[in-house]
């Protein structure tokens, strides 16, 4: 298994741009995360799904942030418009929904976005 | 609330000193914690959990529901240790997502 993928690992791009950002899940997760690393502020949860379904997105910074997950291989992160503070790496990682004790997150990549 | 508390950004050690990475947590349950890494140019990974009560690499962390801790501690640290490391939270009732700290960097040399 390769993990957890993500797409592209760089993004350059121009403030007022849209920005997509791509996951393909750990085959039989159950459970999918978007993350935004920065220096200042660590790691923070941006939204979670269980089963295709968003769960809390309490940690989207504003209405120019949307994720969806169609289906089961699949979700989006996408930011429009995109601006200079929202430089950061995006991770998304996965996980599957067995007894609690063997809860663990596998991450991706990330994607390394700059909003110029 | 939940909420991890590391309070340096920046550890730096010579090898073979003892490490201890702070981590503080708030939570009004019963939580478990986790350590996770992040080496250069890897993927973020679990080091280890306190339920499992492990030694990952030489490391441990012990959780102290009184001081509400989960530092994280190696006697002799090496150079290949060095890398970012995150405390994380979550309950320990059904699934509830992870609330991780903003992280310190772990910087041994030689």
């Known amino acids: 298994d390769a993990g957890v993928i993500q797409s592209p690992r760089h993004e350059v791009t121009e403030m007022g741009q849209e920005v997509t950002l791509r996951c393909k899940p750990i085959s039989g997760h159950d459970y999918l995360f978007w993350y935004r690393q920065t220096m200042m502020r660590g790691l923070e949860l941006l939204i979670y799904f269980n089963n295709n379904v968003p769960i809390d997105d309490s940690g989207m910074p504003e209405d120019r942030f949307s994720a969806k997950m169609p289906n089961a291989s699949f979700s989006t992160l996408k930011i429009q418009p995109s601006e200079p503070r929202d430089s950061a790496v995006y991770f998304c990682a996965s996980s599957l929904a067995s007894p609690s004790v063997l809860r663990e997150q596998y991450f991706g990549p990330g994607t390394r976005l700059t909003v110029t | 609330a939940q909420r991890v508390t590391q309070p340096e950004k920046l550890l730096s050690v010579f090898k073979g000193a003892p490490v201890e990475l702070k981590c503080n947590y708030s939570y009004s349950g019963s939580p478990e914690l986790f350590w996770y890494v992040q080496y250069s140019r890897q993927r973020l990974q679990l080091l280890l959990r306190?339920?499992s009560r492990e030694s990952i690499k030489g490391f441990t962390a012990d959780l102290n529901k009184g001081e509400t801790s989960f530092h994280l501690k190696k006697p002799f640290a090496q150079e290949e240790d060095s890398a970012m490391y995150y405390c994380?939270?979550?309950?320990?009732?059904?699934?509830?997502?992870?609330?991780f700290g903003t992280g310190t960097r772990l910087l041994v040399s030689p």
């Open positions: 306190h339920i």
């Open positions: 994380a939270l979550s309950g320990n009732t059904g699934f509830q997502k992870l609330v």
